[in-house]
T-cell receptor, first 112, second 117 residues
Framework: DQQVKQNSPSLSVQEGRISILNCDYTNSMFDYFLWYKKYPAEGPTFLISISSIKDKNEDGRFTVFLNKSAKHLSLHIVPSQPGDSAVYFCAASLTSYDKVIFGPGTSLSVIP | KAGVTQTPRYLIKTRGQQVTLSCSPISGHRSVSWYQQTPGQGLQFLFEYFSETQRNKGNFPGRFSGRQFSNSRSEMNVSTLELGDSALYLC????????????????FGAGSRLTVL
């Protein structure tokens, strides 16, 4: 049973435009949500996180929005750059030390 | 400081064999988690070790096992390999202490690519 879902396997965006990556989850007890980026032949790298008590967190070009009632979060990248082309994973955990559960990922292509 | 180091990076085994993968966490990190990545399945959680004890476990068969040493280095073992075990195995470390607040931010290694023939 996939507790963290990313229903779009891939996304293409023009350079300079906004990229919106979506994620849905089933467990309302999740307390923390994270986004990771992964390039080929490398391990995932942490991008940004948000706790369940917030609805928005921003870090430079990256903003994560959380809608608890809809069990939905999204990652906005503005403006998108070719170097952002990677696989993006949404992840969640129940506590600050519990296992982190990942979604299947969305492959983002930013076209110059 | 040095990142998470995984060895070997690539290996090829045949069905029925067993394999051991190694992970050295970031200095000071006491938690090590293991994940399996296959196409379309994302990162599937295998298990997590903290202070030499398995603290969390995923839904993998008993052929998958792990351990952690007193220096926080970890190994995972897969016995009786099957074709479906071909995957990228990722190790991640974090501070892991219960009293810490904030998200459990994992730092990943580059992974060990296992091919089973």
């Amino acid at each position: 049973d996939q507790q963290v879902k990313q229903n779009s396997p891939s996304l293409s965006v023009q350079e300079g435009r906004i990229s919106i990556l979506n994620c849905d989850y089933t467990n309302s007890m999740f307390d923390y949500f994270l986004w990771y980026k992964k390039y080929p032949a490398e391990g995932p790298t942490f991008l940004i996180s948000i706790s369940s008590i917030k609805d928005k967190n921003e870090d430079g070009r990256f903003t994560v929005f959380l809608n608890k009632s809809a069990k939905h979060l999204s990652l906005h990248i503005v403006p998108s750059q070719p170097g952002d082309s990677a696989v993006y994973f949404c992840a969640a955990s129940l506590t600050s030390y519990d296992k982190v559960i990942f979604g299947p990922g969305t492959s983002l292509s930013v076209i110059p | 400081k040095a990142g998470v180091t995984q060895t070997p990076r690539y290996l090829i085994k045949t069905r029925g064999q067993q394999v051991t993968l190694s992970c050295s966490p970031i200095s000071g990190h006491r938690s090590v988690s293991w994940y399996q990545q296959t196409p379309g399945q994302g990162l599937q959680f295998l298990f997590e070790y903290f202070s030499e004890t398995q603290r969390n476990k995923g839904n993998f068969p008993g052929r998958f096992s792990g351990r952690q040493f007193s220096n926080s280095r970890s190994e995972m073992n897969v016995s009786t390999l099957e074709l479906g075990d071909s995957a990228l195995y990722l190790c991640a470390s974090s501070a892991g202490q219960v009293y810490l607040s904030g998200a459990n931010v994992l730092t990943f290694g580059a992974g060990s690519r296992l091919t089973v023939l």
